[in-house]
């Protein structure tokens, strides 16, 4: 069972309050940059050896030997990024418009004196793309941070869409 | 009730064009499903997807639910999903292993090769009412095969046979399983599935187009080339020449069979691969085929291989792709992995990893081509006096008969010779 529902009291409730808050900035900062469009920006935030990952199957483990929606490494991401920045990348003209939601964020280990820290939190993605139905994908960010010239830098990041096994029109941008 | 006959149907294809109605009518939606699914052979798994008795996977043909189950004897059984009693689906997970298949409505079960097991509460029946375990089982399908493991399933027990059906382009599964140091493949590492809102044809007429490619993947490309599909490959996909001149894979070429299959050539060759499980594999491949058979097998033939209507099977990356119709303007398509026995661990991550980006909803590649799918969609609105598609590109004297595969017929590599097969066969289906 989980801390917080064996005890509702935390050691340093303000100290806890601090930490989370300054994780949630950093994940909505990230975020405005996918829905800004700022790709490059997004990618940057990832370490050399960063991975992002969208599984397949809710209770997928393998990203090696099991598909995935996405597993982008370094050199991955940037061919998607130089696709979408393409003049004649079609499935996006007209590109998508997204707006990314989070919400309750929970701290999974944090080793201060590393500077790394894994979190998860609830996300939602709204999508229009124009003539398409807006769609939404809802599910959960796990997220491991490290602490790279000061700041943090994003290790591994995966998004697990409760529907990621279901059958999808494309998705171009990062959930 | 449909409105189309014998006479109105063959007036849809022309030797060089199809009309957009073949893609946008309801009532032919209907009648292909009962005709051209229902007549032809059709793929519904690989029995390396049940390994043990009890295992089943829940397939499909045109829009009817079936089960591939491996039984206690052993043996993959193909038959319908559905309850002799009151009709209702009896298997409901993608797969899974089970003793008995289970009816949820009144418990009804079913063994794994489909005979009826047992009826609940038998003596609420008239007397001398009998339960044939076979009659009253879930029903098998008129035809099944396998070849190389490849199950493929005919509704219709009229069907030619099955070797007859793929006539040459069994090939393509020879030299698929020839890859293997065992000579055996398996589909194993997952599932994909994307789709898109348009007809089925829409992703079977793409399959082995090597027209459109340099065109709607230019974003996927840079310099030259298309990006590197896999560690220690020289170059991607080659999309243009040194000056800068458009590449249409002319020279691979393109061969059809008549049923619609066939196969586009090579787009890339594997040799020049630096990578060290390259180097293992190719040690592997001389060791249990000698050097000279060893060579032959890496020389590759082709890219995609499109077993007409149901299934295409990619060389490179090796998957199955899988055409799912769901309505007249819906359609899914679902992704396996073809693990090679035998071979180095990475070579399948490799191909995982590059699955990923070529064939997941969220491919940097096969986005665009489902996008020209939509727009063949809303394209097909218009009503202009010329209803036609055309699919003239290297029309009749570009084809030749090509001795090496059993009647097959050969073009250059972006015709559209292929594609007039497939109508071919999509006419004489619809009108048998």
């Known amino acids: ?175 | 009730m449909t409105s189309h006959t014998i006479q109105t149907l063959r007036e849809l294809v022309k030797q060089d064009r199809v009309h957009r109605d073949v893609y946008e009518d309801p009532d032919i939606f209907e009648l292909e499903m009962e005709r051209v699914f229902g007549r032809s052979w059709v793929f519904v798994g690989h029995e390396s997807q049940v390994k043990n008795p009890g295992d089943y996977f829940c397939s499909w043909v045109g829009l009817q639910p079936v089960v591939m189950a491996r039984h206690s004897d052993g043996k993959v059984h193909v038959f319908h999903n559905r309850c002799s009693h009151r009709g209702v689906r009896v298997v409901n997970e993608v797969q899974g292993n089970a003793k008995l298949l289970r009816c949820m409505f009144h418990g009804w079960t079913y063994h794994t090769n489909g005979e009826l097991a047992g009826v609940t509460q038998p003596e609420g029946y008239p007397k001398g009412y009998t339960f044939d375990p076979v009659q009253m089982g879930m029903p098998r399908v008129a035809r099944q095969e396998s070849y190389h493991g490849f199950v493929f399933i005919a509704l219709d027990p009229n069907v030619p046979s099955f070797r007859e059906y793929f006539k040459g382009v069994l090939a393509a599964l020879d030299d698929l399983v020839a890859y293997s140091p065992e000579n055996e493949v398996e589909v194993t590492g997952g599932i994909l599935r994307y789709g898109y809102p348009g007809n089925w044809k829409f992703q079977t007429d793409n399959a082995c187009d090597m027209y459109h490619v340099v065109y709607s993947h230019e974003s996927s490309s840079s310099g030259k080339a298309q990006y590197v599909r896999r560690t220690g490959d020289k170059s991607g996909i080659p999309f243009f020449d040194d000056q800068g001149k458009i590449l249409t894979f002319d020279a691979s070429g393109l061969w059809a069979f008549d049923g619609g299959h066939g196969w586009e050539g090579p787009v890339v060759q594997s040799h020049g691969n630096s990578a060290k499980w390259y180097r293992d594999y190719e040690e592997r491949l001389k060791k249990s085929h000698g050097p000279e058979r060893a060579h032959q097998i890496l020389t590759r033939k082709r890219h995609n291989t499109i077993f007409w209507p149901s299934v295409v099977i990619q060389d490179l990356n090796m998957h199955i792709r899988w055409v799912r119709p769901i309505a007249v303007d819906k359609t899914e398509v679902i992704i396996l992995p073809i693990k090679l026995r035998g071979a180095p661990e990475e070579m399948f991550e490799e191909s995982i990893r590059m699955l990923n980006t070529t064939n997941s909803a969220a491919s940097i590649t096969q986005a665009d081509d489902v996008e020209a799918f939509i727009r063949g969609h809303a394209g097909n609105r218009t009503r202009n006096g010329n209803p036609w598609i055309l699919l003239a590109r290297g029309h009749a004297d570009s084809e030749v008969s090509d001795p090496a595969y059993d009647r097959g017929v050969k073009s250059f590599g972006s015709s559209e010779m292929l594609l007039r097969k497939q109508y071919q066969a999509w006419v004489h289906l619809m009108t048998a």
């Not at chain 1, 064996?6 to 975020?31: M, S, W």
């Not at chain 1, 997204?98 to 820290?117: L, M, P």
């Open chain 1, 1 to 175: 069972m989980r801390e917080a529902i064996k005890n509702l009291n935390p050691a340093d409730p303000i100290e806890e309050l601090l930490f989370v808050r300054a994780l949630e900035r950093f994940v909505v900062a990230e975020l405005e940059l996918l829905d800004g469009r700022a790709f490059e920006q997004w990618r940057d935030l990832f370490t050399a050896d960063g991975v992002y990952w969208a599984p397949s199957r809710p209770d997928q483990q393998d990203p090696k030997t099991e598909l995935s929606l996405f597993y982008d490494d370094r050199e991955i991401m940037d061919t998607r990024i130089r696709r979408l920045r393409h003049p004649r990348v079609h499935a996006q003209i007209p590109y998508s418009r997204t707006t990314h939601v989070v919400s309750s964020f929970v701290v999974d280990a944090r080793d201060d004196q590393a500077g790394t820290v894994a979190f998860h939190c609830a996300f939602v993605m709204h999508e229009f793309r124009p003539e398409l139905e807006q769609r939404a994908f809802a599910g959960r960010y796990d997220y491991r941070l490290v602490t790279q010239g000061g700041r943090y830098r994003i290790k591994w990041k995966k998004a697990t869409a409760i529907n990621c096994d279901a059958m999808h029109y494309p998705i171009s941008t990062p959930l």
